[in-house]
């Protein structure tokens, strides 16, 4: 109680060291990509939650590399696009034509959300697959398997903060 709208109550993050990779159905959305979820309980209904996400990877496709993904919240997206057409409705998208299967892209989102709620709330991440055919989307590392300079690995996090309302 007593607690000055704005202030940050408290803080979790999840930070994604090793690696994933899915095979994805063509325009379909992943589940929540494994070890890249964070757990929050608002300490009060009037709370405000900041999620923001870094997520590095890229796709199996050859023409270009992409990081597209969805904010997942106790099975619900949320922080998405307005449906328009067959447009996929995502949080954000990074994308560069490489033609080359060792670019690793990433890709950023920060979404304030207002779950209205004191339960318990995960959220998680589901990379889109903007391919006409199957395509494996790859976390923290490229598209090939090679040990050499080119094949860096980086870190995916997730962090949400409680913002008193």
Known sequence: GGSLAGSVLQVVSTT?????SASLAAQTFSSNVT?????????????????????????SNSNYSM???RLDRNGTFV???DLVGVRPRVTTKSWVVVNDGNAQI???????DSPATTSTLTYGIQIYNHDPTTATAYI?????????????RPISTITLMEVAG
């Open 67 to 69: 990081v597209s993904y």
């Open 35 to 59: 070890g890249l979820t964070a757990s929050i309980t608002p300490r009060s209904t009037s709370s405000k939650i900041l999620v923001t996400t870094q997520v590095y990877g890229a796709m």
């Open 140 to 152: 923290n590392r490229n598209g090939f398997i090679s040990n050499d300079r080119l094949d860096a």
């Open 79 to 81: 922080g998405v696009g």
């Open 106 to 112: 990433g890709s950023s989102a920060t979404f304030l």
């Open 16 to 20: 994604k060291t090793d690696a994933y």
